[in-house]
């Protein structure tokens, strides 16, 4: 009976860990920050590589990196296009070239000690079309950074187990440019807009380009732990 309780434990706990997990979009998500991550798929969590990005993937694994300086960097090339249902008509984005680099130093205090830094931009893209284009009266361009800058400690217990906490300090910035509608303008003292008058305006009437900016420092905290039961087996 016991063997039975234990068997139907360890099922359903494997059924846990190994469920599958929703999937979404990244969005404005950079996640390409080591090439050595890129070629693993991502899976840095539990299987940090040596080259200073586990300060990112996981703050716990750069007590097992020892000395380094690493350099990374991505080059993000948006292309795409439009084409409306009724008429046909076409937009493409502008073409942009991002380049998106990432630092990492790690250096260690001691046997059980390390102190990492991480410089880069996991939050940041931008998209842009001509100010002619089909959906510019919903935005032509969209621009966010988010640059950060990671200070982390990590403390080994011997080859099995590690924890890693360090600030977030993030300097975030935001720029949003579309066109408005004359025809959806209201006009005041009147429950009419310039459209909806007799004679009105048609749609699709540019009237003004609206430009929002913005940007904010904040300052948060990444966590991370690793367990390496095994050479062949670890936990992030």
């Known amino acids: 009976m016991r063997r039975y309780v234990l068997a139907m434990g360890i099922l359903m706990l494997a059924v846990v860990l190994l469920a599958p997990a929703g999937a979404a979009a990244q969005g404005f998500g950079i996640y390409e920050y080591s090439a050595c991550q890129m070629a693993m798929g991502g899976a840095g969590v539990a299987a940090p590589c040596n080259d200073g990005s586990a300060n990112f993937y996981n703050p716990a694994a750069i007590a097992w990196d020892g000395r380094l300086l690493g350099v990374a960097g991505v080059i993000i090339v948006p292309r795409g296009g439009f084409t409306q249902d009724v008429t046909g008509a ?51 361009k969209s621009k966010v950074e988010g640059i950060y800058i990671q200070p982390t400690l990590a403390w080994k217990a011997g080859d099995k187990f590690a924890v890693g906490f360090g600030l977030d300090i993030t300097q975030t910035r935001l720029e949003l440019k579309q066109h408005a509608d004359l025809y959806y303008v209201p006009i005041t003292g009147t429950p009419y807009t310039f459209g909806t008058i007799p004679g009105g305006v048609p749609k699709g009437t540019d009237f003004a380009d609206i430009k929002l900016k913005g940007e904010s420092m904040q300052i948060g905290y990444h966590v991370g732990a690793l367990i390496k039961p095994s050479k062949q087996f670890a936990i992030g």
């Open 90 to 140: 076409t937009s493409d984005l502008v073409d942009r070239y991002f380049p998106v680099p990432a630092f990492y130093y790690v250096q260690p205090l001691g046997t059980s000690l390390a102190f990492g830094l991480a410089f880069g931009a996991p939050y940041g893209l931008s998209t842009e079309w001509p100010e002619d284009s089909l959906g510019r009266f919903l935005g032509y």
